[in-house]
C-alpha cells in the first residue's frame, strides 16, 4: 500500500460520520428558513376554527379547495383572510404545476347537516374575494 492509500487514525474516514455531522443543518432542513407556500399554509391553520360558521370553496363547483379542505372560520372576515391565503398558496403552487385547477375562492356559510334548498340559498349570499396577483 502506498503512503496516500492508508487509513488516517487522525480523524474519521469518509464512511465515518461526527457527531458536527449530525448536528449539521442545510437550508432546506433548517427549522427557521419558511417558503411561501409553508407560510400560506400556516395563515390558513392558524386562522381555522372547528367550530366556525364559515368555509372557503370554490365559486363554481362549492368545492374546498387545498389547502383549506375542510378547514372552517368563526367569522366571514377570517373565512376572507383565509380565503387570500388559499389564493395566494395556489398562485405559488401554479409556477411549479401550471395545470393546477383554478377556482374562484368565494367565502360560504359551512353546511353540517342543511338541506339542499338552504345549501342554494346560502351560495347566492355569498362573499366573492378579490383576487389579487401576488
Do not use: K, Q
Amino acid at each position: 500500500m502506498s503512503e496516500h492509500a492508508r487509513p488516517s487514525t487522525d480523524g474519521p474516514s469518509v464512511h465515518e460520520s461526527t457527531a458536527a455531522d449530525a448536528t449539521s443543518t442545510t437550508p432546506l432542513a433548517d427549522a427557521t428558513s419558511t417558503t411561501p407556500l409553508a407560510d400560506a399554509r400556516a395563515t390558513i391553520e392558524s386562522l381555522a376554527d372547528a367550530n366556525g360558521a364559515y368555509r372557503v370553496v370554490g365559486a363554481r363547483r362549492m368545492e374546498e379547495p387545498v389547502p383549506a379542505r375542510g378547514l372552517r372560520f368563526a367569522s366571514r372576515e377570517t373565512a376572507r383572510r383565509a380565503a387570500r391565503a388559499v389564493e395566494r398558496y395556489r398562485g405559488t403552487l401554479r409556477e411549479y404545476d401550471p395545470a393546477l385547477p383554478r377556482y374562484r375562492v368565494v367565502v360560504d356559510a359551512a353546511h353540517t347537516s342543511a338541506s339542499a334548498d338552504d345549501a342554494v340559498e346560502s351560495s347566492r349570499s355569498t362573499a366573492t374575494v378579490a383576487t389579487r396577483s401576488s
